[in-house]
């Protein structure tokens, strides 16, 4: 069965960079793509990026552009998410989930992350 | 605060039918599809429902999807306590160019 396992809990100071990991299993890789979704503590779900699982683009959502970096490894089937220069506003649980988007005939976005890794805690403080 | 709106809480006694809305605009819900994700405590979510109507395998009936305009509803009937719960709502924003979600509505039987 499809499996994305992440890695384990970090915790780091301001102005530190922190890169989690999500190792995909049982499905093509190249036919879906990675996106990563965060929930600081008692808040809702907050979209960051996806990346294609078949060439590596991106799309980075504005609150984290210039400062996340998604990259994939097809080989060992694995995508990465980095995010530099820490805020306590960056403490959360980092979700990686399998993503599958297009636009239908009518230009409608269709969009659904099927399965989700079990999550990664990122506490900032100093 | 979140692009798509959705009620804090909704409840109901066991076996009994509870709707959750989650209202956005022509950029969002209006020209896109929507999915449904539940997220138990302590646990990743999971998806419920997609393109504004579609279960996955394995998600039973008892819920249903539906979308109208800019709005869009999650049904779940026959409720359980299994069913307590956060629901979210997502969809893609096409001036946002992101993936926008609802701020999460807890189900709780009574």
């Known amino acids: 069965q499809v499996q994305l396992v992440q890695s384990g809990t970090e915790v780091k100071k301001p102005g530190d960079s922190v890169k989690v990991s999500c190792k995909s299993s049982?499905?093509?890789?190249?036919?879906?793509?990675i996106s990563w979704v965060r929930q600081a503590p008692g808040q809702g779900l907050e979209w960051m990026g996806w990346?294609?699982?078949?060439?590596?683009?991106?799309d980075y959502a504005q609150k984290v552009q210039g400062r996340v970096s998604m990259t994939t490894d097809t080989f060992t089937r694995t995508a990465y998410m980095e995010l530099r220069s820490l805020t306590s506003e960056d403490t959360a649980i980092y979700f990686c989930a399998r993503d599958l988007n297009w636009f239908d005939s009518s230009g409608q976005h269709s969009r659904k992350f099927d399965f989700w890794g079990q999550g990664t805690l990122v506490t900032v403080s100093s | 605060q979140s692009v798509l709106t959705q009620p804090p809480s909704v409840s109901a006694a066991p076996g009994q039918k509870v709707t959750i809305s989650c209202s956005g605009t022509s950029s969002n819900v209006g020209k896109n599809y929507v999915s449904w994700y539940q997220q138990l405590p302590g646990t990743a979510p999971k998806l419920l429902i997609y393109d504004n109507d579609k279960r996955p395998s394995g998600i039973p009936d008892r819920f249903s999807g539906s979308k109208s305009g800019t709005s869009a509803t999650l049904g779940i009937t026959g409720l359980q306590t299994g069913d307590e719960a956060d629901y979210y709502c997502?969809?893609?924003?096409?001036?946002?160019?992101?993936?926008?979600f609802g701020e999460g509505t807890k189900v709780t039987v009574l």
């Open positions: 997502g969809a893609w924003d096409r001036s946002l160019t992101a993936v926008v």
């Open positions: 049982e499905y093509t890789y190249a036919d879906f793509g």
């Open positions: 990346i294609s699982g078949y060439n590596g683009k991106t």
